[in-house]
């Protein structure tokens, strides 16, 4: 307690607990995301399917159904009304998120889908897969416009700036490609006719094959699980499969400039992702646990730890920085009260 009587509150010492756990899916929720106005959030699980869910009332409003495989990953567009999601089964679906009903799917990669990533101007969208390349999609026409090739192996995470300008993607291989989106975007030669052109007697995809600007080779060992953009889109996060480590670069320069690393057993990074002001990472793990991280400070200064063992596969943050929705191994959803303390001392 202060000498004025006002009592202290210390987020390193008492972590917050869950404001309400959510069930439904019936496995492991690796994907999470808050619509634009923050009234509802969507939820991607290994049971194959996605569910909207009301942020007030915490119920499930729409279960999204078509995939054949495993759902890897969920965005949404910047108006709200529509989900994207891929899947192992190697496609992407549109949804309509009020009905719930599939609009579109997506069909072009020859291996599961594992992330997809929607421009902030809703134009496009980007489906990385483990057959190597990225793919950006037209949202209008449904159409592959072009192939981001670089990668030597599968893809497994993808982001893309606040500014649209830069598309970043993780590989297994421990690095990071960076591509300008001035590349494929703008372009009316990118608009294809058909899916396919003939040359001879061999056919060729009629949409460009793009190669990376830049490659980061971050980490040695473990694939880069998950990239996110800081809110100012200079500057970027990645996490590791093995390392414990969480990277900030310069995007720009492609320098290193910051390091947080996780303590103790380490599990694989699944997830992290920034503050909406810039100023804290958030990041999750497989072995269970939440770690907010001051980036002046390079410090942790905060748990979020679930009441029972149970991994941490998925983040997300409302925009007015208020709730964080955790997707955990257990088919359950965390949402988190993240600007208020448990209790004071």
């Known amino acids: 307690m202060r000498p004025n009587g006002s009592k202290i509150w210390d987020r390193d010492v008492f972590a917050p607990t869950p404001v309400q756990m959510l069930k439904g899916h019936g496995n492991i929720v690796n994907s999470v995301v808050f619509s634009p106005d923050d009234q509802q959030f969507i939820s991607g699980s290994t049971d194959s399917t996605a569910k909207v869910w009301d ?128 590349h494929f ?70 320098t290193f400039l910051q390091k947080l690393q996780h303590d103790g057993i380490i599990g694989c990074i699944n997830s992290v992702i920034f503050s909406p002001d810039g100023q804290k990472i958030i990041s999750a793990r497989t072995n269970g646990g939440i770690k907010v991280w001051d980036r002046r400070s390079d410090r942790c200064i905060q748990t979020l730890q679930p009441n029972k063992l149970t991994g941490v596969w998925a983040l997300a943050i409302s925009s007015d920085s208020r709730h964080i929705a955790s997707g955990m191994d257990d088919g359950t959803i965390m949402i988190w009260d993240y600007r208020s303390p448990a209790r004071p001392y």
């Not at 499930?60 to 567009?77: M, N, P, R």
């Not at 579109?104 to 594992?114: E, L, S």
């Not at 599968?154 to 970043?168: C, G, H, L, N, W």
Request: net charge positive; charged share 15%; aromatic share 10%.
């Open 55 to 182: 942020r007030n009332s915490r119920k499930c409003i729409a279960t999204l159904e078509g995939h054949l495989s495993t759902l890897t990953s969920v965005a949404v567009s910047p108006d709200g009304k529509q989900v994207i999601s891929g899947s192992y089964d190697s496609t992407a679906k549109a949804w309509d998120q009020h009905s719930g009903k599939c609009v579109a799917t997506f069909k072009d990669h020859r291996g599961p889908i594992t992330s997809v990533a929607v421009s902030p101007d809703g134009q496009q969208f980007f489906s990385g897969s483990f057959d190597s390349t990225v793919k950006v999609w037209d949202r209008n026409s449904g159409k592959c416009i072009a192939a981001l090739q670089g990668h030597g192996g599968k893809v497994a995470s993808t982001a893309i700036s606040p500014d649209t300008r830069y598309f970043i993607s993780g590989s297994y291989g421990g690095t990071v490609n960076i591509w300008s989106c001035g």
């Open 185 to 254: 975007r703008d372009s009316p030669g990118l608009a294809p006719q058909s899916r396919f052109r003939q040359i001879a007697s061999r056919v060729f995809p009629a949409y460009p094959t793009i190669p990376c600007d830049a490659t980061i080779k971050s980490y040695d060992h473990g694939f880069v699980a998950s990239v996110a953009f800081a809110p100012e889109g200079q500057q970027f996060a990645m996490s590791s499969e093995i390392s414990g480590t969480i990277k900030v670069w310069d995007l720009n320069s492609q």
